[in-house]
Nanobody
Framework: QVQLVESGGGLVQAGGSLRLSCTAS?????????????MAWFRQAPGKEREFVGV???????DLTDSVKGRFTISRDNAKNTVYLQMNSLKPEDTAVYYC????????????????WGQGTQVTVSS
């Protein structure tokens, strides 16, 4: 099993920054190195579908959705079983619940490809 716990959300003014963290635990990670997992961030705003934000996999490969490129950075520390989402130059439209997700193997932008999800952390950007 895989458990994911997000932290770091909060209220910030437009133009500000936040860093989200997602730490993975569970029996799976006692036997399989986190390096083999794709760790992703998705977000869901009220009344909207959950959407892909970014993913990290395979020794440093990353992918970010176009709307956050140049503002967000995804990184990971496999020794700590943790993935990070550094969010700079935040905009009100970034307001959402941010979810961490994990899958074994290559990264994906599709929610259906991820079997493990965190509980989410709220990010609110005021104008």
């Amino acid at each position: 099993q895989v458990q994911l716990v997000e932290s770091g959300g909060g209220l910030v003014q437009a133009g500000g920054s936040l860093r989200l963290s997602c730490t993975a635990s569970g029996q799976t990670f006692r036997h399989v190195n986190m390096a083999g997992f794709a760790m992703a961030w998705f977000r869901q705003a009220p009344g909207k579908e959950r959407e892909f934000v970014g993913v990290s996999w395979n020794a440093g490969r990353t992918d970010l959705t176009d709307s956050v490129k140049g503002r967000f950075t995804i990184s990971r520390d496999n020794a700590k079983n943790t993935v990070y989402l550094q969010m700079n130059s935040l905009k009100p439209e970034d307001t959402a619940v941010y979810y961490c997700a994990a899958k074994y193997g290559s990264g994906s932008q599709m929610t259906v490809d991820y079997a493990a999800w965190g509980q989410g952390t709220q990010v609110t950007v005021s104008s």
